[in-house]
DNA sequence: TTCACACCTTCGACCGTTCGGTCGGTATAA
DNA sequence: TTATACCGACCGAACGGTCGAAGGTGTGAA
């Protein structure tokens, strides 16, 4: 991580490679957890020998960096886009499906680094270097409880506690990362729409 | 932990201490992870020095066991009682919130066990070590599930899918460990009430 | 009521192991 | 021939855990 090549035909190689690496690492920290893995794991994970690993992932704490900034920064964008992009649905209730889907994907498609986020949240909320993964966090919670309340504002909504719906359908979709299998019973967009539905119809009959 | 005292008298105050000591290591096992947490850490911790602190824990993973097996132990006993007890109540809308109430008292009690419960999870799953704890665990999502299998059962609930459902509200309420703060604007009762409210009548208007 | 002794609590120096990280080197490919 | 990829011996620090000793404390025999 110390030097990525100068020279352009090289570069992709290098970055197509640190990023398998970094998915072993991200695969490892998951099961084990960040600081129960020692790097004679991730060099079991990666076949790398230890000065290899260390080229590319320059120190543990930084592949840990890479593994929840690649996971929130695409995140964020991608539900940036989805909710106030040009093409985002007009109604809040199609926005809150929109989000929930874009989120979804996320966990099915890095479902290691997301179990990683879950389990180093609370250390991620002390130290200063983890700002921007915070950040990104936030960020994304506030475009949620924007969702709700402008539902309630426009009268499609009727949310006694927009707050306290908005961490409900976080904590829904966060812990997902603990049971969702890509390739199960159910795929992302179903989960996504399963939960929507139950946030917006409840479960009681009549 | 290799010795509780023979002498009755005594026994208490063991046992009282060694409870002050593994609230303490819950609280720094919550705080930086169980893995992140160094035994100076809890020498730190408890103020005992390093023999003293031995005594009461036996070894680091016993005091993670105690912890959980504390935390998981009253809350299925506790559940069971609730939900299938003389007192239990008759409706399946009554026994699901009752049991989301038992559910985050205990929350509100033991937040630092609950944490440390979220954080080592995917650990949980592989060692046997750890069977019991994960059995309760399995029992206490099975009292879920057939609350609302029954109530569909009954004609009291129309879930499309009883264990997403279930997984749902497992998420709502394990995910408040990171944000609950007792003493805050809504207890535990009020935030288990909004979360039953929420499944059961959803946040769609009209 | 006293006192000696056994039990209990706490201490901290010490141990072997494992940890994350470095570095000088070799092989390879542009 | 030079920039890059990878190796593995090596390092100091930190780790979890042990142990013999010292000091208190409740208890039964006198």
Redesign the interface.
């Known amino acids: 991580m110390a030097d990525p090549p100068k020279r352009p035909a090289l570069r992709k190689r290098y970055d197509d490679r640190q990023r398998e690496v970094l998915d072993a690492c991200a695969r490892v920290f ?7 893995t020692s790097i004679d794991d991730l060099i079991a994970a990666t076949g790398l020998a230890r000065g290899g690993l260390y080229h590319y992932i320059g120190s543990k704490s930084e592949a840990l960096f890479r593994i929840l900034d690649d996971l929130m920064g695409p995140l964020l964008e991608r539900a940036t886009a989805a909710v106030e992009g040009p093409d985002a649905p007009p109604s809040a ?1 199609g926005r809150l499906r929109a989000l929930t889907r874009v989120w979804m994907r996320q966990v099915e498609s890095h479902r290691d680094h997301v ?1 990683v986020f ?6 991620l909320e ?1 130290e200063p270097v983890w700002e921007r993964v915070r950040g990104d966090r936030r960020a994304f919670e506030v475009l949620l409880v924007r969702i ?1 309340e402008q ?1 309630v504002r426009d ?7 927009p707050q ?2 908005a ?2 359908l ?7 990362a ?2 969702f299998v890509p390739g199960g019973r ?1 795929d992302a967009d179903e ?1 996504a729409d ?2 929507v ?10």
Chains 1, 2 share one sequence.
């Open positions: 998951a099961e084990r957890g960040y600081h129960g209730v179990a879950e389990q180093e949240r609370r250390t002390a709700l539902g009268g499609e909504l009727a949310v006694a506690d306290l719906a961490l409900a976080l904590g829904m979709v966060n812990h997902t603990l049971w159910l989960v399963g939960f539905d139950l946030l917006l119809d409840g479960v009681r009959r009549g």
